[in-house]
């Protein structure tokens, strides 16, 4: 299994640049593609997909969202943070069988 | 838009098999791909399998001995069958779509199952 490794908790400030990271224990990038994706989950709601392939938004997903990265090494930038985005992510890989990581808790600094 | 929805006992004995039903609507299952994935208590997350639009499966290696996910066309929905269940299954499962590339971008609201005698 490719195991995906996340902090588990980030204390932000509103208005301010929140960067989320995420570790692949090999590769998740085949050619020009980065198999990473990430995901934003609020208490008691379904996850929603945020970035994929790294960098792309997804569908109706705000600006201030954007990932970045290549390899092992991922990133998820949320810029400025407003009090909507207070929720726990996660990064997710399909290089391989899928997994995600534990999620890191985005908390009010 | 495409919409999902969950459905199934709350409640299963260990050493017994957990079905879940997910129906979907505004979308046909005979295209792209559809999954399962669980979240622990904890949060842990995992993905458990997909069944394509041509029918074909793909499961967790993990599970491979006791999943089994299966279709009915005519009614548009897709199903979960983990045998053997014990406590340790006890989480919160989703069903979502997939194109080819498995990530998931519409997801159902997700069903609480329980493993407990």
């Known amino acids: 299994d490719i195991v995906l490794t996340q902090s588990p908790a980030l204390a932000v400030s509103l208005g301010q640049r929140a960067t989320i990271s995420c570790r692949a224990s090999?590769?998740?990038?085949?050619?020009?593609?980065?198999?990473m994706h990430w995901y934003q989950q609020k208490p008691g709601q379904q996850p929603k997909l945020l970035i994929y392939?790294?960098?792309n938004l997804a569908s109706g997903i705000p600006a201030r969202f954007s990932g970045s990265g290549s390899g092992t090494d991922f990133t998820l930038t949320i810029n400025p943070v407003q009090a909507d985005d207070i929720a726990t992510y996660y990064c997710?890989?399909?290089?391989?069988?899928?997994?995600f990581g534990a999620g890191t808790k985005l908390e009010l600094k | 838009e495409v919409q999902l929805q969950e459905s199934g006992p709350g409640l299963v004995k260990p050493s017994q098999s957990l079905s879940l039903t997910c129906s979907v609507t505004g979308y046909s299952i005979t295209s792209n791909y559809w999954g399962w994935i669980r979240k622990f208590p904890g949060n842990k997350m995992e993905w458990m399998g997909y069944?394509?639009?041509?029918?074909?499966?793909s499961y967790n290696p993990s599970l491979k001995s006791r999943i089994s996910i299966t279709r009915d066309t005519s009614k548009n929905q897709f199903f979960l069958q983990l045998n053997s269940v014990t406590t340790e299954d006890t989480a919160t499962y989703y069903c979502?779509?997939?194109?080819?590339?498995?990530?998931?971008?519409?997801w159902g609201q997700g069903t609480l199952v329980t493993v407990s005698s």
């Open positions: 979502a779509r997939s194109g080819p590339d498995p990530y998931y971008s519409s």
């Open positions: 090999q590769s998740v990038s085949i050619s020009r593609y980065n198999l």
């Open positions: 997710q890989q399909s290089r391989e069988s899928p997994t």
């Open positions: 069944i394509s639009y041509s029918g074909s499966t």
């Open positions: 392939r790294a960098s």
